[in-house]
């Protein structure tokens, strides 16, 4: 599975970013997907989830409230609507999909290259 992330940029806090990621894969709906993100000096950490039929998702504790993830399996893409951004937001996000609906970043075989957020105080 291919996969391509954009929509990231600079913020001030308090403000929202879409990120988006678009799959080159026949069979998109079987595939789960999932938004991970790594900040500098830090390991990469689960953000949101959501299975292939978009009926199940899941969060990070620090993100619940105020980020959501969508699918639109017609459009091989997957959404993270990202509202009320902190400083502690910024970081390099990355979609990633995997046939297995999990919550850990060795749950997922296929990444995207990643794009910025940068959330400015």
């Known amino acids: 599975v291919q996969l391509q992330a954009s929509g990231g940029g600079l913020v001030q806090a308090g403000g929202s970013l879409r990120l988006s990621c678009a799959a080159s894969?026949?069979?998109?709906?079987?595939?789960?997907m999932a938004w991970f993100r790594q900040a500098p000096g830090k390991e990469r950490e689960f953000v949101a989830a959501?299975?292939?039929?978009?009926?199940?998702?899941g969060y990070a504790d620090s993100v619940k409230g105020r980020f959501t993830i969508s699918r639109d399996n017609a459009k091989n893409t997957v959404s993270l609507l990202m509202n009320s951004l902190k400083p502690e937001d910024t970081a390099v996000y990355y979609c990633?999909?995997?046939?297995?609906?999990?919550?850990?970043?060795?749950?997922?075989?296929?990444w995207g290259q990643g794009t910025l957020v940068t959330v400015s105080s």
């Open positions: 990633a999909a995997d046939k297995t609906y999990g919550f850990s970043p060795s749950d997922y075989d296929s």
């Open positions: 894969v026949r069979t998109f709906s079987r595939y789960a």
């Open positions: 959501i299975s292939g039929s978009g009926i199940s998702t």
